[in-house]
């Protein structure tokens, strides 16, 4: 974007671009050296097409392409498992996004069919004493939809955290090798994660406690849909059926409470997240504009910065996580 502007568009000479290009990308900008604003166009469309072949996006913003699936679900953590056992996506598209979604895919099948297996195992192995005092339905309920949750932690411990500090550090990185005259815009970049961060930890212990009553809850109207379905002989017999049917009724409407609740927790910390994303869009767009003013950026700075500003306010939108336990994330 900053090529197209500047030295297209604008028709800058490569050498006179008042922010220093990163080191990362110095080798390519030196090849642009001497061209002129419409071979310069050439090239960059060229280096477009392979990255649209490669990971499905050309420049920033809603360019981006990302690679997934998933199918129609409730609202409830049972109708969503299935999804979550064969969850897999890739930030990127094209070639590499392919390839990625699949690896992820095969990796998280591997995990969640292997390990309701074990369990399950373990499960019929146990002798009966040890369901007298336990329904056989809080068990099912476990292996069925608690354990797509283990490849989600294990996702969030092992890739996310490495990930989303390498994005960061090359983030705040990037600015201060280029924007190093912008003060403002450093500590900005600096500022983002501990502010998004303080947002997320203010509702770790609520949301932990949210999901584990939800949790529970399922498991209640799973256990009655068990003792029904296995008394409903006597039942039928004995003419308790509404009496059945109540209970049914009152446990699955405290199952959607709970979960409810949970989910209304997590739109609030979402909607604290966006607000801080929103406020330091607003205060860099404004440095910006000062710094152009000033000569200190040039036009293709602001068609860097501002989109991707904007786009990122996208990212801390409310979803509900797999897991019971606490999801402490980093912004992206």
């Not at 392409?65 to 969503?80: K, N, R």
């Not at 059926?241 to 927790?265: I, P, V, W």
Request: charge should be neutral.
């Amino acid at each position: 974007m900053k090529i197209l502007v500047d030295h297209v568009v604008m028709g800058m000479p490569i050498n006179e671009s008042p922010t220093p290009y990163p080191p990362f990308v110095m080798p390519f900008v030196a090849m642009l050296d001497g061209l002129t604003p419409l071979e310069i166009l050439w090239v960059v469309i060229a280096v477009g097409i392979i990255g649209i072949i490669a990971i499905g996006a050309f420049g920033t913003g809603g360019s981006r392409d990302q690679a997934g699936d998933g199918l129609a679900q409730g609202l409830d953590t049972a109708t969503q498992s299935e999804n979550e056992a064969n969850m897999s996506s890739s930030q990127v598209s094209g070639l590499l996004g392919l390839f990625e979604y699949r690896y992820q895919l095969r990796i998280t099948h591997r995990i969640n069919h292997g390990l309701r297996s074990a369990v399950y195992q373990r499960m019929m192995n146990l002798p009966m004493l040890r369901f007298s005092d336990a329904s056989i339905g809080d068990a099912v309920y476990r292996v069925m939809y608690d354990t797509p949750t283990v490849s989600k932690v294990c996702y969030d411990l092992l890739v996310t955290p490495f990930v989303n500090l390498f994005v960061i550090g090359a983030a705040i990185w990037t600015m201060a090798y280029s924007f190093g005259d912008v003060p403002s815009l450093v500590l900005v970049a600096w500022m983002a994660t501990p502010l998004m961060l303080l947002v997320t930890l203010f509702g770790t212990s609520m949301t932990r406690r949210r999901s584990l009553a939800s949790r529970r809850a399922g498991a209640e109207t799973t256990a009655t849909i068990e003792e029904g379905m296995s008394n409903i002989v006597a039942v039928q017999s004995l003419g308790a059926n509404d009496k059945q049917r109540d209970q049914f009724a009152a446990d699955s409407s405290n199952s959607f409470e709970r979960f409810r609740f949970y989910t209304t927790l997590l739109l609030v910390i979402g909607a604290m997240q966006y607000f801080v994303v929103l406020g330091l869009t607003f205060y860099v767009f404004f440095e910006v504009v000062e710094a152009l003013v000033d000569n200190r950026m040039s036009a293709g700075d602001y068609a860097v910065l501002i989109p991707t500003s904007c786009k990122s306010q996208a990212v801390p939108r409310p979803s509900v996580p797999c897991g019971s336990t606490c999801r402490t994330t980093l912004p992206a």
